[in-house]
């Protein structure tokens, strides 16, 4: 299918694109006839997934390849899938639950599609078991002059194209490790912000999943530790999801957000309220149910690695820009933690990692609370998540990754013509 002069949003809404000329292909030998025939009317060509990165990373205004025609499962054993690109993180989740397998971690979004997540680097939180690159045996990718790779460890290409940005080739397919499905035990706590300061340690060495919320102007924090167990699996019931996370993680957040942008004044006592009002909860499911959430509300994120040893130091450091500037912030800042990557441009590569991501509503983007915060994650050699929102450069990011000159070096010998490039890539990697 083919269609011109057609406006692409992003999930946020936040991006805008107009493509030259769409197409959705269907097998691979169509996304490679695709990539030629751009070459042939000399058209930049970009794969965009379901639109849940903040920048414009997938934007392009030449050819824009549509992922919906590209959902196959090629291929599924006891300790590995084969997918195509363009199938939904959700729709994998379904099909391994039902032959008993799963990933070993996920992030907590499952909208994205399997090539747009791991080409942006979702990572989730994890103490032993990184993101979803970190769990990818093979990619099959079409490259600048049409050819068909398909790469593995032990290959630069397989490390440099696990999380390639789409600067490489397009991924037309991805071979994950699988394994027996498990259950995790989900503990959901409050905790003050100051005892959660002084435990961090603790608590990221003491489960294999940590992730929290420090809810700003105030001392709480919603914290959520989730651990394998053996079972029996308790779900919460029906009533209590739709409660937790329909109603108030949705609905009643999405109106007090609404009510927030338009009393500004209203927004440190709502979050008061909420820390507050935060009750613990105990219960097991199976592995994607625990690792995964619902998020109804629009809004705008930015997301920074920084070396794990530093994370106290930084949370401090965000707390205290929060509290002394004019802004009043009602979403929560979330922290997730995870090992050393060895993909190249992974935020974590080559150091464990801690994550600090801070969101605004969309309607009331904040960008003054963005750059204090980008500040203080750049002190501390900060890796911006390159889905979400931030202002680094070639010439920062080639100091903070150390194989990033590498990475651009095999991008000049696949794609000399830059036909995967666009105003993002133009930005991060250097034209």
Known sequence: MTRTGTEWRNWAGNQRAVAAEVRTPRSTEEVARAVLDAAERGLRVRMVGTGHSFTDIAATDGMMLRPHGLTAIRSCGPDRVTVEAGLPLKELNRYLDGRGLALANMGDI????????????????????????????????????????????????????????????????VTFRAEPAFLLRAVEEPMRFSEMLGRLDELTERNEHLDFYWFPHTDGCATKRNNRCAGPARPPSAFKTWLDKSFLQNTVFGAACALGARFPAVIKPVNRVSARLMAGSVYSDVSHKVFTSRRDVRFLEQEYAIPRERLGEALRAVRDVVESGPWRIGFPVEVRVTPPSDAWLSTAYGRASAYIACHVYRETPNEAYFRAVEEIMVSMDGRPHWGKLHTRDASYLGKVYPRFTDFVAMRNRLDPERRFTNAYLDRILGS
Request: charged share 15%; with cysteine.
């Open 110 to 173: 499952t909208e994205q599609t399997v090539s747009g997540a791991i080409q942006t680097g979702t990572h989730g939180t994890g103490r032993e078991i990184g993101g979803l690159a970190d769990q990818v045996l093979e990619l099959e990718l079409v490259l600048a002059d049409g050819s068909v790779v398909t790469c593995g460890p032990g290959e630069d290409l397989f490390d440099a194209a696990r999380v390639g940005l789409g600067a490489l080739g397009v991924v037309t397919a």
